[in-house]
């Protein structure tokens, strides 16, 4: 046996549910533009200081190792067959310097004006 019985009627506005559809699709767009934003400025950052950097850096290296390599294939064809004469020399020579770079610098660059002096004085 029932009690009774209840009836709801709902009349559904379509211009104001409309409305607020329209509103939140408003806000929604909002918030992704905001978000896009951030996103994009993080890219921006992270090619700046990270990407940028690295490849500096690689492009560095590859150079450094291309003018090694260089160096080496000089110094094979300069001294041929004398290389392990001269290998042995520069490792004496390395424990008889100072093995900082400001020292081999200013030692280079003393012999420098020592030649300079010498060549002054030749000419003078």
């Given at each position: 046996?029932?009690?009774g019985?209840v009836?709801?009627?709902?009349?559904?506005?379509?211009?104001?549910?409309?409305?607020?559809?329209?509103?939140?699709?408003?806000?929604?767009g909002?918030?992704?533009?905001?978000?896009?934003?951030?996103?994009?400025?993080?890219?921006?950052?992270?090619?700046?200081?990270?990407?940028?950097?690295?490849?500096?850096?690689a492009t560095?290296?590859?150079k450094?190792?291309?003018?090694?390599?260089?160096?080496e294939?000089?110094?094979?064809?300069v001294?041929?067959?004398?290389?392990?004469?001269?290998?042995?020399f520069?490792?004496?020579?390395?424990?008889?310097?100072?093995?900082?770079?400001?020292?081999?610098?200013?030692?280079?660059?003393?012999?420098?004006?020592?030649?300079?002096?010498?060549?002054?004085?030749?000419?003078?």
């Amino acid at each position: 046996m029932s009690d009774g019985r209840v009836v709801i009627d709902v009349d559904l506005d379509k211009a104001k549910a409309m409305g607020g559809i329209s509103d939140i699709n408003k806000e929604v767009g909002s918030m992704a533009k905001s978000i896009s934003g951030v996103m994009k400025d993080a890219g921006k950052n992270m090619t700046k200081y990270v990407t940028l950097p690295l490849v500096a850096m690689a492009t560095g290296m590859g150079k450094a190792a291309m003018d090694l390599e260089a160096t080496e294939a000089k110094y094979y064809t300069v001294f041929g067959n004398m290389s392990d004469q001269s290998d042995e020399f520069i490792k004496e020579f390395q424990k008889l310097t100072p093995a900082t770079k400001a020292e081999a610098r200013s030692m280079a660059s003393g012999i420098q004006d020592f030649e300079n002096k010498s060549l002054m004085l030749a000419i003078a």
